[in-house]
């Protein structure tokens, strides 16, 4: 279990929204944004690649392209760089 001092204190880190703890993973709070992060040994692992990153519009797993710092949807086309 993360402690809430540490809970406090995290922010997603590709949007630097704040994040909540939703069961076994922590969730980024910014509807757009709606990463998801899982954490192992009570370590969060905060990494974009490895992180859930559904689309809000259509619930499908958006492709995170480093490069450009943008996720990308390949159902609907939708996209979110890290400048929200």
């Known amino acids: 279990m993360i402690k809430k001092e540490v809970l406090d204190i995290l922010a997603c880190p590709l949007c630097k929204a704040d994040v909540k703890l939703e069961g076994?993973?922590?969730a980024c709070i910014?509807?757009?944004?709606?990463?998801?992060?899982?954490?192992?040994?009570?370590i969060p692992i905060m990494l974009i690649d490895e992180a859930e990153r559904l689309c809000p519009k259509c619930n499908t797993q958006r492709d995170w392209l480093e490069e450009?710092?943008?996720?990308?949807?390949?159902?609907?086309?939708?996209?979110?760089?890290?400048?929200i």
Request: hydrophobic share 20%; glycine share 4%; proline share 6%.
């Open 24 to 26: 076994t993973k922590l």
């Open 68 to 83: 450009r710092n943008l996720l990308n949807c390949p159902k609907c086309g939708c996209e979110l760089n890290n400048r």
């Open 30 to 42: 910014n509807p757009q944004c709606l990463c998801r992060y899982r954490i192992e040994d009570d």
